[in-house]
């Protein structure tokens, strides 16, 4: 049998203004010391992935009195915000490169208020994730959420007092949905189902894999790299709903070359290093077999979605722990990757609201998470370099995203696809 070749590639169109925020500063450093506006020599202009390095050793060394950071990346730097504490800790923030900015939320209140929502307003069709840069839980809800639901979350927002949460109201409709790599396929009882293919990976055990959106694995177990093609891959773990969405996929084949990269169109190529914890105020990349290549900012950490649930019309599936972004998606790309330009894997799509049309909401599983619950760690799986044929050279796996499906949840019986609705209806690609 041939070595299969399982690259993470997208036939398809992208975005151009992505493509070239993306390819011309690949290489790019920012990581050079800076005076700032404010005439602090101490305060640094860093890159995102070492903006949340520093965060998190300034959280330890702040205590309670850290409350939250972001990236702002206009002037790459670091904003951490304090409650109160100790000047001198303080001021070893500020050495260490950060700009320190004095908030009244401290990250207790705003946990607390987020678990406040969790047991009086888990409703389908809202999220809420803590925005550091205002200092408040931000509370959304979707267009399904009306009437005696949208009493109750207003009331429950409300309730949490002045000061401490934000209530918006999003056009779309929260579904498990779209961003990614190659277009994967199953052909499930009542028809088929089409996700796509995150970051390739090497198994706990050495053999190689890929990680793609946990309500992919639980729809069906095996896939294909296309429609009508015989199954390459066999899911060995999955997690959805609960804490995560996301899915360990193991090739059947234990000689399958799985590159460690994500195709920006046109093309050209990311290398994907490493894994690393996303930071508010990020730009961040999502490339979908859908869509193509589209950008934006990472708005919110530590998300929890209440999405309509696919099995139970009265139920409820709420995922924590997700990265919130303002990146556009659209249906057919459930758990493809979400980068940055230097390489960083950051997620894989969960879902959202909106298109690429009107825009709207993107979760995002983090990779950090899912590595560690798998046991798997990023890089050539099976036997590295080489030849022969598969999912990465079939562009067909991409460019199929149209015929594939594009609709939002289970399985199309179908396996023709229909439009885009907005509806949650449980019927299409995820």
Not at 119 to 141: E, F, L, M, Y
Not at 345 to 365: P, R, V, Y
Not at 412 to 429: E, F, H, L
Request: aromatic share 4%; hydrophobic share 35%.
């Amino acid at each position: 049998m041939p070595k299969r070749k399982a690259a993470i590639a997208v036939g398809g169109v992208a975005a151009l203004g992505a493509a070239a925020l993306l390819l011309p500063n690949a290489n790019a450093s920012q990581d050079q010391d800076d005076t700032t506006a404010g005439g602090t020599a101490d305060v640094k202009t860093l890159k995102a992935t070492d903006a949340s390095g520093l965060a998190g050793r300034l959280q330890k060394v702040l205590g309670d009195a850290f409350a939250g950071s972001y990236y702002d990346s206009g002037k790459q730097q670091l904003v951490v915000n304090v409650v109160s504490g100790d000047d001198n800790v303080i001021v070893q923030a500020k050495k260490a490169g950060a700009v320190v900015r004095k908030v009244d939320n401290s990250a207790a209140e705003l946990q607390a208020a987020a678990r406040t929502l969790k047991a009086r307003a888990t409703i389908p069709g809202t999220s809420w994730a803590v925005d550091p840069r205002t200092n408040k839980v931000q509370v959304t809800a979707d267009s399904t959420v009306t009437g005696a639901d949208w009493n109750r979350l207003r009331s429950a927002v409300r309730g949490l007092g002045t000061g401490m949460a934000t209530l918006k109201k999003s056009s779309g409709t929260f579904k498990t949905l779209v961003s990614g790599g190659d277009a994967i396929f199953s052909q499930v009882q009542g028809g088929g189902v089409r996700c796509s293919l995150g970051f390739n990976v090497t198994a706990s055990d050495g053999s190689p894999a890929f990680l793609t959106a946990g309500h992919c694995g639980v729809a069906a177990k095996q896939w294909s790299d296309s429609a009508t093609g015989q199954p390459i891959a066999t899911v060995d773990q999955a997690t959805f709903p609960g804490e995560g969405d996301f899915s360990l996929v193991k090739y059947d084949d234990p000689n399958t070359q799985a590159p460690s990269e994500v195709n920006a169109g046109n093309g050209q190529t990311v290398q994907i290093k490493q894994a690393a914890d996303a930071t508010v105020g990020e730009a961040v990349f999502r490339m979908g077999s859908t869509t193509g290549l589209h950008d934006g900012q990472v708005t919110g950490l530590d998300a929890t979605v209440n999405f309509q649930s696919e099995t139970d019309p009265n139920g409820v599936d709420t995922v924590t722990g997700l990265i919130q972004t303002d990146v556009c998606a659209e249906a057919g790309d459930s758990g493809g990757s979400l980068f940055t330009q230097d390489g960083s894997a950051l997620g894989l799509t969960s879902g959202g609201s909106g298109d690429c049309t009107s825009g709207g909401e993107t979760f995002f599983q983090p990779v950090t998470t899912a590595l560690q619950a798998t046991g798997a760690t990023l890089g050539d799986g099976g036997a590295g370099a080489g030849g022969g044929n598969g999912a990465g050279d079939q562009a067909g796996a991409g460019d199929q995203a149209g015929a594939g499906g594009d609709q939002i949840g289970g399985a199309d019986p179908s396996g023709a696809g229909a439009a885009d609705d907005g509806s949650s209806s449980p019927t299409g690609s995820h």
